[in-house]
């Protein structure tokens, strides 16, 4: 392989890394995966694992964390907020936990 070669694999193979870490469709990411482990082999670079580029799962909007966190917070005080009579189930009133957050000084996301 002459090095220009070399040179359009290597960036070939950044291209695919590229596009593979955001995807979360499970036949787009198996392909990519694919693609990327052959271009690591001409490379003679063993491929990383599928499962550390990324995930089938698309990220959690901070905006959603910030609030599971405010709700753990208020949990950890021994505020309950979950009015459902049984585990399976969860009530929250929005407003409530809004209101509780505020009077024990925990962060909330803005609304």
């Known amino acids: 392989m002459t ?42 670079y063993p491929a990383p694992a599928l499962a550390v580029l990324g995930s089938t799962e698309p990220d959690e909007p901070t905006v959603i ?10 949990n950890n005080l021994g505020i309950k907020t979950n009015h459902a009579r049984d585990n399976a189930t969860l009530a929250i009133n ?13 962060p909330l996301p803005d609304r």
């Open 3 to 44: 090095v220009a070669d070399r040179l359009r694999v290597h960036r070939a193979r950044h291209d695919v890394l590229n596009k593979l870490e955001p995807t979360t469709h499970a036949i787009k990411r198996q392909a990519l995966y694919e693609e990327l482990t052959e271009l690591s082999t001409l490379l003679g």
């Open 65 to 74: 964390t910030e609030f599971w966190d405010a709700i753990e917070e208020l």
């Open 94 to 106: 929005i407003n409530e936990v809004v209101r509780l957050a505020q009077e024990n000084k925990i």
